[in-house]
């Protein structure tokens, strides 16, 4: 099949790419490189994969690439970290509004007229923000509080434009819930300068890859923003690529929603201990200091992965200690290249 993926050069996209391509689909790609810039990605050289720069927002563009395509994969947004949607809380919101809304008006328009079968949007665990119970399960995000930040709020709104399409549109959707996804190749965003942390400077905002720098950097004792108490389910880019395939194709995926996430929960202050010790030894003793944390930092995400498991059949496999034996090696990396 021929699927259409928009963001395919961002840190979700160019995996989920290489796996639609390694099931033997061709891929158009589209991206602006707007987060990690031109150079940011490394670009992927296939006979089945198109890579067209171009702007998400651009509906006229998105129909002329839909024409022949079986699928289509929402997946560009605005998206950082927790700091990266502080800084532009104002940005994201509208940015990503003006993205969603292009993606459905060009799916709208070539629903019924080719191949499309159906579209397959990217949201976040983010739109549970306001839980009090746990774990969070399909469903929960229509009786919660929304969300307090502008980037949870817009992801709670690609679900009402998903299912607002089906209901006067009826063009097929399904939604996948990313869980706090971690990757090798995660680069320095563009527009987003270098932040503090204690005695050293971090450009990344995200838990896992700015842990890692940081202890690498030498900072002693490890800065951690808030309590360290935060529950967190980290889950490798990979499997969050077999996971979304598998709701694109699946029939049964067919106007549902699906978190997707690895089922093993850590707390920030056990993640920085792991980190702490597989860079500099079991015999050093692990220091740090708690610096305050952002407005919305979320003090628990827990989901419900049986949904997934159950109707889909995926399960996330990489264990927390495989992905750091991943990152740490590509931050170390980075840092002496220059590149963080």
Not at 90 to 119: F, H, M, S
Not at 182 to 199: A, C, F, K, W, Y
Not at 247 to 261: G, M, Q, R, T, Y
Not at 304 to 321: C, H, Q, Y
Request: hydrophobic share 35%.
């Amino acid at each position: 099949m021929k699927v259409l993926v928009t963001g395919s050069s961002g840190l979700i996209g160019s995996y989920l790419v290489r796996e639609l391509l390694a099931r033997g689909h061709s891929v158009v790609g589209v991206d602006n490189f707007s987060k990690y810039g031109p150079a940011g990605r490394r670009s992927l050289e296939h006979p089945q994969y198109q890579l067209v720069q171009g702007d998400a927002r651009d509906a006229d563009l998105l129909t002329d690439l839909l024409v022949d395509c079986d699928h289509f994969v929402a997946c560009a947004a605005m998206i950082g970290g927790i700091s990266y949607f502080h800084t532009f809380a104002y940005d994201l919101l509208a940015t990503n509004e003006r993205i969603t809304a292009a993606a459905c008006d060009a799916a709208i328009r070539v629903y019924g007229n080719g191949p499309l079968q159906k579209v397959t949007y990217l949201s976040s665990s983010m739109v549970y923000e306001n839980t009090t119970t746990w774990p969070s399960k399909e469903g929960d995000e229509r009786h919660v509080p929304p969300p307090s930040s502008s980037y949870g709020f817009q992801k709670l709104a690609v679900e009402y434009f998903a299912r607002a399409a089906w209901d006067q549109y009826k063009l097929p959707y399904t939604i996948v819930r990313p869980f706090n996804c971690v990757d090798v190749g995660e680069e320095r965003t563009v527009g987003q300068g270098e932040e503090r942390s204690g005695d050293i400077k971090v450009s990344m905002s995200h838990v896992v890859p700015d842990l890692v720098q940081k202890v690498l950097k030498g900072q002693d004792p490890l800065h951690i923003l808030g309590s360290g108490a935060q529950v967190r389910h980290f889950t490798y880019g990979g499997d969050l690529a077999r996971g979304i395939c598998e709701a694109v194709f699946h029939p049964d995926a067919l106007n549902e929603s699906f978190n997707l996430a690895n089922a093993e929960s850590t707390t920030v202050l056990g993640l920085a201990e792991r980190i702490w010790h597989k860079i500099k030894g079991d015999d050093v003793p692990f220091r740090y200091t708690t610096d305050t944390p952002f407005e919305h930092d979320v003090q628990r995400r827990t989901p419900d992965v049986s949904k997934a498991r159950d109707v889909l059949g995926f399960e996330a496999t990489t264990a927390l200690d495989e992905i750091l034996d991943k990152v740490i090696p590509w931050v170390r990396q980075a840092i002496a290249d220059g590149r963080l």
